[in-house]
Every structure is written in structure tokens, then in C-alpha cells.
């Protein structure tokens, strides 16, 4: 049976802290989302990524070409056979993002309390004194005083790597520079941010569009993440990806990277799936001070809509490094104790040297900070918020929920087919996985019959606590008299296989028989 969660609360025994964590097929409830680049796009790197606890693949188009990316993603679905564990692809678009091009590829130094000349002509030559740029419209946006910064794979905080800058004059196209802090800037492409400016340039540019058209298209891809700075950003990806043949079920991702996006977080959060929270560009737009804040409204609000938050930047020093900081470590629990659908990981995973410790520790902190989570505040404050009259079907799922934490089931088991219901129940986070059971619908435009289940399965995996299984098309998901025995000892044999469901266990059903919707609770013999 579950166990009682154990809260932050309560007394805890100090000698507790030193037993090892007991391993389990469910490293965590919080999903990990891991970014497929140069040292992790191999077979076997990538299914130890899957067992050690990856659900969703991160595809990050800032850099490499589609050719690079498409030989990622056929070892993933490779790795995906080998281990049996689904993993959902995340697109993620460049957007509007302002770069200083190396052509030379060599490492530029840069000196404190000297000038610094950025430039939107790219046949120049990257320098210590001179910086190529690729907007034209920089010297039109900036002013003296103002402050920009450049690093690669954003501002990483580390002051050898990222550089700050004083805007001290603008000539002409060019603007000039004071360098605050000293550093070596290697690669060929940095990323530059202007602080609390707006940059005039699409959220979804043509060359974004075209990667979705191409790329995106050829692979069905279940997550869009989008530069989001209005509400308005959401609606247009989403008509042009309705346009896209089955792209249209695509979930859209909101990026939250910089001050416009905070502004308009409410409306852009009633028009996305779900909402990423940047917290590498934050982190500039933002004082230090405000950071922690944000990142615990935002949660919050998407907590209470239902709809999954992803937090990134949380382990930059496990890049090179094989442990953790404190800090670091502490920032991942208290993200989880937020209550974080799933952390990003960016650099950890993309081009660092241990992409997959790094999953590993980040899912066991995830587990550990789970047990503390005070579910019972966190089902008050959400009954509270949602308010009277809830609709049926919430009413039924957060009845589900409590009942399964009552009568300490081991598991919810769902039955879907749009993932709507497995969704509500998961935003009353209860305390046990819950194993979301996507029955496929036959579907036909007259002209070819289609299955659907495949998008509304994989895109669980970035839901905390939901963990999907396809069903066998033949058995409904709405059900005309009682519950469907074979579909639901399939289920209980799944979750028996894995070490979640054992004998004498209470497991907690929810499903659509008619027009109803019904919760069983079920206790399991021998």
C-alpha cells in the first residue's frame, strides 16, 4: 500500500535523512524533460536517459541543422523500442533571439572597463573590441544606460563565461559599449539579451515556421515551446499550426523569458497548454530578489488552472560537474514543493559531460521532495479556488483523488480518450501515480481511417504523476454497462510488472460508463 507522506511539518527523524532512498520503476512524479544535442544523441545515451528517468525529449533549434536533429530523434525512437518507455518530443523554436556571430569559432576575450562595439554587419570579424550581430534594428532599441548581456546558451550566471554590458553611446548602427566584468566568450554563436527591451521581431519567425512545416510536420511532434511575449504569440501559432494536418493537436508551451511575458502571464496562460518558466532570461529582466517570487506566482496560477509549469535552469554546474551544488540541489526540492510539473534540463543534457547522472540526480531530489509535499493544504487551497459549482467532471476526479489518499490506494488507474480526465485528477496531485489508460478512437475524413490516442498519451508525460499506457482500440473508453474487466486487469497487470500494484493493495478507478462518470475503488486479492 502507499505510504503516509511524511510533511515538512512534521518531526522528523534526523537519522531518517541517512537511509538510502528505496529504488523504485517511478523515479519521481515530477516529469524530466532532457535536451537531445552533441553528448547525449546516441543509442545507448539516450535509453539510459530513458531509464533514469527522461519522459520528454527537448529539441532545441537555436542551434544545429534538421538533418543533425532527425539522426537524434531515429536513435530516440530506437532507444524508445529497446527500453519500452514512451518519451514525447518538444520542439523548441528559436524565436526572436538577438546572436553575436563567431565566424572564426576562436575564443574572444573580453577586458573589464573597456569598450565594446557591436555591429549588424556580419562580415566583420569577431574581436575583443568588435562584435558582429544578426538585428539590424539593436542601435534603434537601445539607449545609454541601458544593459545588455551575451553568453552562450544564455546568461549561465558564471562571470567567466557571460558578459555584461553598459550601452555608452550609439553611433550610427553601431552601439558602444562598456564591459563590466571580464570573460571568454567560446563557440560560434552567443546569445545577446537587452534588460526590459522590447526587441521588434516575430515570436514565430519564418525560419520557425519552416522547421515546424519540415521537421515538425515529418514528426508528428506532441510539444511546440514558444517565445511568448502576448497572448496574441499563442493564438498564432496555434492557426498556423491548425493548418498543419495533425499538427493541429500539438500542445503549445509557453516560454516566459522576459518582462512582456510576465506583464501579460495571465492572458497567455488562459490561451496556452502549459508554460515554461525561462528562468535564464528572467534571471536578467528580473532584480535577484524578484526571481523567487515570480517563479512562485506563476506555478501557482498554472497549478490552479490545470495546466502543467516546467522550470529550467536548475543544475548549470552539473554541466561539468558530477554532483550538484547545495544551492542547486535545494532549488530542484523547492521547485517540486512549488509544485513544478517537470524540470528542464539544457546544457546538462545537451552538451554536458554527464547527461545521465544528472537526469538520475534530479529525479531522486524530485522523489524525496515529494514525500514532503503537503497534499492536503495544496487539495483545500485548489477546492477553494475552483469554487461552486465545480463542473461533473472535476467534482468526480477531485472525489477520486481523495478518496484514493483515504482509503491509501496504491495507484488511480484512468480510463481516457482525450486525457482531459487524467489531467483534472492530476491537478489535485495526489499522493500515488496515476496510470492514465488512453483508449484510441477510430476517426475518418471519408477518405482514410485514423486512429487518435498516440498525441493524448505522450502528452501526459509532462504531467506530474500521470505515467500513460495505449489501450487496445477495441475496448471504448465510455463504457455502457459497468467496467470493462479485461481492459482494467491489463492495467492492474502493468502496474503489477513494474512493483506499483501488489496483493492485498487498494486501487482507485475512474472512468466514463455512459453519461456518467464513475469512481470504484477496488482492493486486490492474492
Not at 302 to 331: F, H, Q, S, W, Y
Not at 346 to 359: K, N
Amino acid at each position: 500500500m502507499q505510504s503516509s507522506p511524511l510533511l515538512l511539518e512534521e518531526p522528523i527523524r534526523m537519522s531518517s535523512i541517512l537511509e538510502p532512498s528505496k529504488p523504485s520503476f517511478f523515479p519521481a512524479m515530477t516529469k524530466i524533460v532532457g535536451t537531445l544535442g552533441p553528448k547525449s544523441r546516441s543509442v545507448d545515451t539516450i535509453s539510459r536517459c530513458l531509464n533514469a528517468g527522461m519522459s520528454v525529449a527537448r529539441f532545441d533549434f537555436t542551434w544545429g541543422d534538421p538533418e543533425y536533429h532527425q539522426e537524434t530523434l531515429e536513435n530516440l525512437r530506437t532507444s524508445v523500442k529497446s527500453t519500452k518507455k514512451l518519451c514525447a518530443v518538444m520542439l523548441d523554436t528559436a524565436g526572436p533571439e538577438v546572436q553575436v556571430v563567431n565566424r572564426t569559432d576562436r575564443p574572444i576575450s573580453l577586458q573589464e572597463d573597456t569598450l565594446l562595439v557591436l555591429t549588424p554587419d556580419q562580415n566583420q570579424e569577431a574581436t575583443s573590441n568588435l562584435l558582429p550581430v544578426n538585428f539590424t534594428g539593436l542601435s534603434k532599441t537601445v539607449k545609454k544606460g541601458d544593459t545588455i548581456f551575451i553568453g552562450q546558451y544564455l546568461f549561465t550566471g558564471s562571470e567567466t563565461t557571460s558578459v555584461w554590458l553598459e550601452v555608452s553611446e550609439v553611433n550610427g548602427d553601431d552601439v558602444i559599449c562598456l564591459i563590466k566584468n571580464s570573460a571568454t566568450l567560446s563557440g560560434s554563436l552567443y546569445t545577446l539579451h537587452v534588460s526590459q527591451i522590447h526587441i521588434d521581431l516575430p515570436s514565430l519567425t519564418d525560419e520557425d515556421k519552416e522547421v515546424i512545416r519540415t521537421w515538425g510536420v515529418r514528426n508528428n511532434i506532441d510539444f511546440l515551446a514558444l517565445y511568448t511575449r502576448h497572448a496574441e504569440d499563442v493564438r498564432h501559432a496555434r492557426e498556423f499550426l491548425s493548418k498543419l494536418g495533425a499538427l493541429k493537436q500539438t500542445q503549445i508551451f509557453a516560454k516566459i523569458e522576459n518582462f512582456e511575458g510576465l506583464e501579460h502571464f495571465d492572458e497567455i496562460l488562459r490561451e496556452a497548454d502549459g508554460v515554461i518558466i525561462s528562468r535564464g532570461n528572467l534571471g536578467i529582466d528580473l532584480p535577484a530578489e524578484k526571481v523567487f517570487l515570480f517563479q512562485k506566482a506563476a506555478i501557482y496560477k498554472c497549478n490552479m488552472a490545470g495546466k502543467p509549469v516546467v522550470i529550467t535552469r536548475v543544475v548549470d554546474t552539473m554541466t561539468d560537474n558530477l554532483r550538484p551544488t547545495r544551492a542547486e540541489a535545494t532549488d530542484v526540492a523547492n521547485a517540486v514543493l512549488d509544485g513544478s510539473d517537470a524540470i528542464l534540463l539544457g546544457a546538462e543534457t545537451l552538451r554536458g559531460l554527464y547527461p545521465v547522472e544528472t537526469i538520475s540526480t534530479v529525479g531522486k531530489i524530485c522523489a524525496e521532495a515529494e514525500k514532503v509535499y503537503n497534499q492536503d493544504l495544496y487539495f483545500k487551497k485548489t477546492v477553494k479556488y475552483v469554487g461552486e459549482p465545480m463542473s461533473h467532471l472535476e467534482s468526480i476526479a477531485s472525489s477520486a483523488v481523495r478518496a484514493a489518499i483515504k482509503v491509501k490506494a496504491s495507484v488511480i488507474i484512468c480510463f481516457t480518450s482525450s486525457g482531459r480526465a487524467s489531467r483534472l485528477l492530476a491537478k489535485y496531485r495526489p499522493t500515488m501515480p496515476v496510470i492514465s489508460v488512453v483508449v484510441p478512437q477510430l476517426k475518418t475524413n471519408q477518405l482514410r481511417w485514423t486512429f487518435t490516442g498516440a498525441f493524448e498519451a505522450k502528452q501526459s508525460l509532462i504531467v506530474r504523476g500521470l505515467f500513460p499506457m495505449l489501450a487496445d482500440p477495441r475496448h471504448p473508453a465510455e463504457l455502457t454497462n459497468g467496467t470493462n474487466e479485461s481492459i482494467l486487469k491489463v492495467a492492474l497487470d502493468h502496474g503489477k510488472a513494474f512493483g506499483i500494484i501488489k496483493p492485498h493493495d487498494r486501487v482507485v478507478v475512474f472512468q466514463k460508463v455512459g453519461d456518467s462518470s464513475v469512481v470504484k475503488i477496488i482492493e486486490l486479492e492474492d
